[in-house]
């Protein structure tokens, strides 16, 4: 009897240690949100943001690097193509990329891109972080990337990521029509 | 007996559960305040960023090819390629590519040690490398690798491919590189100086002239010579980014194993035109030659070697267009003893579909017409199947 109370009693706690051990690790992990991710960013002004900047309404983000030249011509194609979709249905969102190499992403590198590439709307936001934190972001939005000496070679997707910073929906290479990130969503939503 | 056994169990089960339950409600701070500190203790214990493990990457291709007048046909396994790159703190950091790949004309597995070098950065300005890495002159050879995902077309350039694919210029060197990015008010400088072991022509058998294939030495300059080499580019900014212009230039005492040995100063230089941009891939690099004969005393040998590719990204696809031309002086021993050292033109015409950002389709169509040696073309068709991972 002694021993069987000795096991239930060491069940209980091995289940407690479990869920807080589960519970310590996903928050070590895994944000509330994906804006959670914190610390300092740094946006194309070289202005020191944080993340959370972006919490409170609708954004498109995705990750890419300005020295990439064949997924990251695709992955900004198809932020202005959803952005053409957003004016079409008067949805007012905002637009994040993030750097993927801190090392080349900077600042100066953000703001020639947007002026080469046109992307000049004040909904547009290009942030970069140190290695760490792109690590992170990555890892939380399911974009794999790895360094083949100057390739950045990476996943593509494109998140839609709701006002409490969770995720609402994702475009992926297969994706067809970039429409069905926006799938559901209304104008009265946004506002 | 065993029901209050059973009862005894259960409600001790539920008890622990229920207390415990009890307990986290009455002790909700206690519990926050513990997993603060396990959530800071595994921040403060989570592995430096020098010690995360070593990620393995790599690439795969399959294929198949169908040549004209006799030649190869069939399908094939290209080559698999590991890729490594690891990282000791911020400032050292090592390279390696091992491949395995099918001998085209024996069918046997080959295993290469295509890349194995040590770095240190120094900055962006500057980092020196050691070991075995690829020669950095023109664009091809150090932007596109082993791994075939990566490059647009199925071939590479004929004159610019690897040693042992009949390549007739070092595309590897055994010894020391450096390498840095200088930014300037407008633009950006890249550099590269370099030099290591003379590469030597393995003639198979010696006795055997023309059927020679180079070996980079790297395990010692066979010859006591060594290869000095560089590269010189240019990345324009603002209305032009996307164009890069380079200069290079490269020698080295290269010997064969002939039965008499042949000793040649290799010489060359040229420069590169490069422009990725706006969905375009436009690649052109010029070779000049000024060989000299070092064992036989017939001077100096002048030979040329350019090729030009054009590609256009829409959608997943891009179909790409090359032309290539080598006029290699057949009285200069350096190519003449290289089983591919023979003149040619080719042109290139092929398409290209990104499945999915780490695999691609690739169907290319080649002529190449042979213009010195034994006069003869042969047209050909490959298709093939890349992926990273």
Known sequence: ?191 | MRRSTEFARVAGALAGVLLGGAAWAATDAERIDTLEKQVAQMEATRPARGDEGLPLHGFLDVGGAYRSNGGPRGFGVGNLDFYLAPRIGDRIKGLVELTFEVDSATGELETDLERAQLGYVFGDFATAWAGRFHSPWGYWNTAYHHGAQIQTSITRPQFLEFEDHGGIIPAHTVGLWATGVVPLDAGKVSYDLFGGNSARIDLNPPTTPASGELNPNQATATNHHGSVGFNLGYVFPGVFEGLKAGLHGYTATIDDNAVAPNSTRVRFGGGYLVYLENDWEILGEYYEFSNLDLSGGTGTHRSRAAYLQAGWTFGRWTPYARGEKAALDQTDAYFAQQAQGGSYDRVVAGLRYDLDPRAALKLEANHTRFTDRIVSSFSEVQVQWAIRF
């Open chain 1, 1 to 191: 009897m002694h021993t069987m109370r000795y096991r239930s009693n060491s069940t209980a706690v091995r289940l407690l240690s479990a869920a807080l051990a589960g519970a310590a690790f996903w928050s070590a992990v895994c944000v509330a949100g994906v804006l959670d991710v914190g610390g300092a960013w740094v946006d194309d002004n070289g202005k020191t943001v944080s993340l959370s900047r972006w919490q409170g309404r609708y954004t498109v983000l995705t990750m890419s690097t300005g020295a990439c030249r064949k997924i990251c011509t695709t992955t900004l194609r198809r932020m202005e193509e959803l952005q053409a979709i957003a004016d079409q249905r008067h949805l007012s969102l905002q637009f994040l990329v993030i750097g993927l190499d801190p090392k080349s992403d900077t600042p100066k590198a953000w703001r020639e891109y947007r002026v080469e590439h046109k992307l000049g709307r004040e909904n547009w936001d290009f942030v970069s972080g140190d290695d760490d934190r792109t690590r992170r972001m990555a890892a939380i939005l399911g974009i794999s990337y790895w360094f083949y000496d100057d390739h950045v070679l990476h996943d593509f997707k494109i998140v839609l990521v709701a006002p409490d910073g969770t995720i609402r929906s994702a475009l992926a290479w297969s994706d067809d029509r970039p429409d069905i990130l926006f799938s559901g969503l209304s104008n009265a939503q946004i506002h």
